[in-house]
């Protein structure tokens, strides 16, 4: 069934405009495009090899992003292609380890579909002062509110001070941030308040979580060998495991390589009974837990939604794979109802 045409956002569709401009420019082969309401049908003509692609365009890329389109990718009719702003070489390399197919607005590409082979990098982000982000960034302590939000299916119907007190802000800022969700389209504020588009908002919150959040808690990195991590004691020290460890436990699917625990107060306890060492290519990290809600129903791990999260982030295709085991596991359930 073809896809009704809608209106795409400008920044959208000037993506997709410099995107094809540049490759047309690069390759000198004649591209066009059909505009859809989420994704575009690229067609490229080689000699006599007619070749369409079914795109999507997402306009900011990073490794926890890559992760969401790696997994998508599997459900996409026809040959997927990527339309993005600008990759940078460590992206590209990502893109190209996973063979994904795409094109930038600076000019860089990556399209292997024989007998086409196209690959161009190196080239700089353009500054385009025509298009600004109409969507307002979360900031920090947003993200902690949203992360509480999403975590605790219904919790938006509270009062606000009590989603301050469970995400770790202030009442300021909870109030704040509920209604910067109510004006992006997530939350219906009336006497039958609801969270919405909860699927769209978790993706935000996935990408921004590594870049913008998750920094301003790393504690450090340590070294610790099998046996130290076999008999590390969380319980007794608000503590939790998080990434690849909380994954291997949630779905006995992954050998953990790097081990994450976020912990509370007593954090100087916790490594001197432990006996852990700071080393900068540790592999065991030290997060302080930002959020003071309880994850009863998954005792020892944090939420199934930071998991999902630390996985994405990494942008190893494994990680990539068990974060949407465990999102269709343990997430969309809730996520995805409206």
Known sequence: MDKEKVFMGPREKEVIKRAIKNLEEETHTRVTAEIFEKDVDVFIKIDEHNLVFNAEVRLFLNKARLGLVLN????????????TEHVNPELMIHLVNNGVNFIDAAGNAYINEPPLFI??????????????????PFYTAALQTIFTILCNP???????????????????TAHITLKELERQGYLILNNQTRLINKKDLLERWVVLYPEKLKPKYILGKYK?????????????????WGG????AKLTNYLQPFIYTIYIGDRQGE??????????????????KKFWKFQNNDYKGITPPILVY?????TGDPRNIETAQIIYEKDIARYIEKD
Do not use: C
């Open 72 to 83: 998508q990718k599997r459900t996409h009719r026809g040959i997927p292609l990527l339309i």
């Open 119 to 136: 690959k161009i990098k190196g080239n700089k982000r353009e500054e385009n002062k025509k298009t600004k982000n109409i969507e307002r």
């Open 154 to 172: 219904g919790i938006e119907t509270k009062p606000v001070r009590e989603i301050a007190e469970l995400a770790g802000v202030a009442h300021g």
């Open 224 to 240: 610790a060998e099998n046996e130290q991590i076999n008999n590390i004691d969380i319980l007794n020290f608000d503590a939790l």
């Open 244 to 247: 690849e460890a909380a994954a």
């Open 270 to 287: 916790f490594i001197l009974k432990n006996r852990l060492k700071k080393h900068p290519q540790g592999n065991l990290e030290l997060i």
């Open 309 to 313: 999260a630390d996985l994405l982030s």
